[in-house]
């Protein structure tokens, strides 16, 4: 998965990412255009990027290549994850696979309880709190006359 800079021309740094993938030995090369979506914070002073899904595999020694080529690449990549997915052979590494399985939630019973009103606690005010401090104070410094 890379996150590419929105201000960069997406279609040079995606060939540019695919080429380099190819010529590190990667097979089934395949890039899946993911969409423009807001970051969850700033990164590199952008608030939103281009997300492509590049799914390949190469063997364990490309991937090294791979980094080195995403590293080069740092005014216009923003972030970039590579992951081993389980399905596969088990000759190379398949980067970052999508599933398309549908995954069954689990049925979940929310019951929703209503309190008394005597449960309920009412705050002290701040105003209420300090006169009543004061007037503990108060109370034991009276001089007798």
Known sequence: MV????????ETVRSRIEK??????????KVTKMGRKLLAYAIAKQ???EYLLFNFE?????????YQQLKLEQEEILRYLIIKSKTGNGTGVIIESQKT??????VVT?????????DKIKPETKLKKVKRILKK??????SKK
């Open 58 to 66: 190469a063997p364990q020694t490309a991937v090294a290549a791979v």
């Open 110 to 118: 929310v019951k929703t309880v209503k309190r008394k009103k005597t």
């Open 47 to 49: 608030t939103e990027g």
């Open 101 to 106: 399985e549908s995954i069954v939630a689990p």
């Open 3 to 10: 996150i590419v800079n929105p201000n960069a021309e997406l």
């Open 137 to 142: 104070a108060t109370k034991g410094k009276k």
């Open 20 to 29: 380099s993938i190819k010529s590190a030995d990667a097979s089934q090369v």
